[in-house]
């Protein structure tokens, strides 16, 4: 099983051409890399007979994987015939669906990337990487997110904690969860901060808020 937010999805890696995603409201994707070495492992271990179901979708927050529908308000719009599987069900819930359609008690390994929705970071992220001239936050809305989001980020050991006893209790059994890290987009392959590479003032934003946001 596959479960996560945009990092897990793919989002930023559509595929070529008019059908971009392999689910639109999710933006869903192959070209993910937790998809990747999936794939990678169906096609070398053909032997082991390895199925996956992937939930992923951009935008998930924590409770999106135990207990509420992304995308449940989906169902009070007309005219909407078919509906994702993320307006009737939490990702955690849509895996238990695939399980008993496939007649499977035991999902051997449960992969997942989540949190960084649940803690505000995008809205914290957009603040610094647009400045006011591009975009309607100034400085005042970023120091107001980031004390948001430090005050989510010390409670996210509860959510965390939420998540692993949903997952303990789920309808069917997991064999091993694994939990992919975000990539650190302020670095560079060499470990030093964006800082050198970019003009003066991205580069004091880049700093200010590595510095800051990890101490």
């Not at 937010?5 to 937790?34: Q, T, V």
């Not at 990702?91 to 035991?106: L, Y």
């Not at 670095?187 to 880049?206: A, I, R, Y």
């Given at each position: 099983?596959?479960?996560?937010?945009?990092?897990?999805?793919?989002?930023?890696?559509?595929?070529?051409?008019?059908?971009?995603?392999?689910?639109?409201?999710?933006?869903?994707?192959?070209?993910?890399?937790?998809?990747?070495?999936?794939r990678?492992?169906?096609?070398?271990?053909?032997?082991?007979?390895?199925?996956?179901?992937?939930?992923?979708?951009?935008?998930?927050?924590?409770?999106?994987?135990?207990?509420?529908?992304?995308?449940?308000?989906?169902?009070?719009?007309?005219?909407?015939?078919?509906?994702?599987?993320?307006?009737?069900?939490?990702?955690?819930?849509?895996?238990?669906?695939?399980?008993?359609?496939?007649?499977?008690?035991?999902?051997?390994?449960?992969?997942?990337?989540?949190?960084?929705?649940?803690?505000?970071?995008?809205?914290?992220?957009?603040?610094?990487?647009a400045?006011?001239?591009?975009?309607?936050?100034?400085?005042?809305?970023?120091?107001?997110?980031?004390?948001?989001?430090?005050?989510?980020?010390?409670?996210?050991?509860?959510?965390?904690?939420?998540?692993?006893?949903?997952?303990?209790?789920?309808?069917?059994?997991?064999?091993?969860?694994?939990?992919?890290?975000?990539p650190?987009?302020l670095?560079?392959?060499?470990?030093?901060?964006?800082?050198?590479?970019?003009?003066?003032?991205?580069?004091?934003?880049?700093a200010?808020?590595?510095?800051?946001?990890?101490?």
């Open positions: 099983g596959y479960m996560g937010d945009s990092y897990s999805s793919g989002e930023g890696a559509p595929y070529d051409g008019d059908d971009k995603w392999d689910n639109d409201f999710c933006h869903r994707s192959n070209n993910s890399g937790g998809m990747k070495a999936i990678k492992l169906i096609r070398t271990q053909r032997e082991l007979g390895l199925r996956v179901i992937n939930t992923t979708c951009s935008g998930a927050t924590i409770r999106n994987l135990i207990d509420k529908p992304q995308h449940e308000n989906l169902k009070k719009l007309p005219n909407v015939v078919h509906l994702p599987a993320s307006a009737n069900y939490s990702q955690i819930e849509e895996i238990s669906e695939w399980c008993k359609a496939k007649n499977r008690e035991t999902v051997d390994i449960l992969l997942m990337g989540i949190g960084g929705n649940t803690a505000g970071i995008v809205e914290l992220a957009t603040a610094a990487i400045p006011p001239v591009f975009s309607d936050i100034n400085w005042t809305d970023f120091n107001r997110l980031q004390g948001e989001t430090m005050q989510k980020l010390r409670s996210m050991s509860e959510f965390y904690k939420e998540l692993n006893e949903s997952i303990e209790s789920a309808p069917f059994n997991v064999g091993k969860v694994l939990m992919m890290n975000y650190n987009m670095h560079g392959k060499d470990g030093e901060l964006c800082d050198s590479k970019f003009s003066s003032n991205t580069s004091w934003n880049c200010d808020i590595t510095l800051q946001f990890y101490g």
